[in-house]
């Protein structure tokens, strides 16, 4: 069966340091992968999504970048982190583009 | 203006009530999706629909394509149905999840 995983799942980070956010998935090849943020009080942001190895799209700008180093494997960096960058960080993954998504427990940052 | 509008913004409901969720959209979309956040966080997908309605157990989902409209139903409610309900939409235009921002859902014994 297919799993996601994602941590860490809470992180307190002091502003200006760098981050990295690692998610992976088992069970299936070729994911969908996407990165999301829930701002307090908001709803849930794409951030990226990547359908193979190397491709990432980016749907807002930011000061976080993304990468897809393995096809499973769905990373979330950024070098200085500010204050706005708190949230809550969920990774998701799906077949296709109109298919069930599924998601991970999502990582609570708090930069601070 | 979001794209997904979800309403009530916060439920609170009596054990065995029948509750409703509404969510409408203003794109077209080639399929919806609702889903449940728990308070630590993590989220399901309880269902994806693209027209008409789906049961599961105790929960029911409609979509009315034409008037870009869904519910979500809980019957006979239970305090484990607290959570918040989130309505998210594939667009014909985009490759992820619009969400609507949720509805808190509390209910009391």
């Known amino acids: 069966s297919q799993t996601i995983h994602q941590w860490p799942a809470t992180l307190v980070q002091p502003v200006g340091s760098p981050l990295s956010l690692e998610c992976t998935v088992e069970?299936?090849?070729?994911?969908?992968l996407y990165w999301y943020r829930q701002a307090a009080g908001r709803g849930l942001q794409l951030l990226f999504y990547?359908?193979?190895?190397?491709?990432i799209s980016s749907e807002v700008p930011q000061n976080l970048s993304a990468s897809r180093p393995q096809d499973r494997q769905f990373i979330l960096s950024s070098k200085k982190l500010l204050l706005s960058d708190s949230g809550f960080y969920l990774c998701?993954?799906?077949?296709?583009?109109?298919?069930?998504?599924?998601f991970g427990q999502g990582t609570r940052l708090t930069v601070v | 203006k979001n794209e997904v509008e979800q309403s009530p913004q916060n439920l609170t409901a009596q054990e065995g009530e029948f509750i409703t969720i509404n969510c409408s959209y203003s794109?077209?979309?080639?399929?919806l999706h609702w889903l449940q956040q728990h308070p630590g966080g993590g989220i399901v997908s309880l269902f994806m629909?693209?027209?008409g309605k789906k049961k599961h157990g105790r929960l029911i989902a409609t979509i009315n394509i034409q008037e870009k409209h869904s519910s979500l139903h809980i019957t006979a409610s239970h305090p484990r149905d607290s959570a918040v309900y989130i309505c998210?939409?594939?667009?014909?235009?985009?490759?992820?999840?619009?969400f609507g921002k949720g509805t808190s859902l509390l209910v009391t014994p």
């Open positions: 998701a993954w799906s077949v296709g583009r109109n298919t069930e998504a599924f």
């Open positions: 069970g299936t090849s070729n994911p969908n």
């Open positions: 990547s359908v193979g190895i190397g491709q």
């Open positions: 794109v077209g979309i080639s399929a």
């Open positions: 629909l693209s027209s």
């Open positions: 998210a939409v594939n667009s014909n235009s985009g490759y992820a999840l619009n």
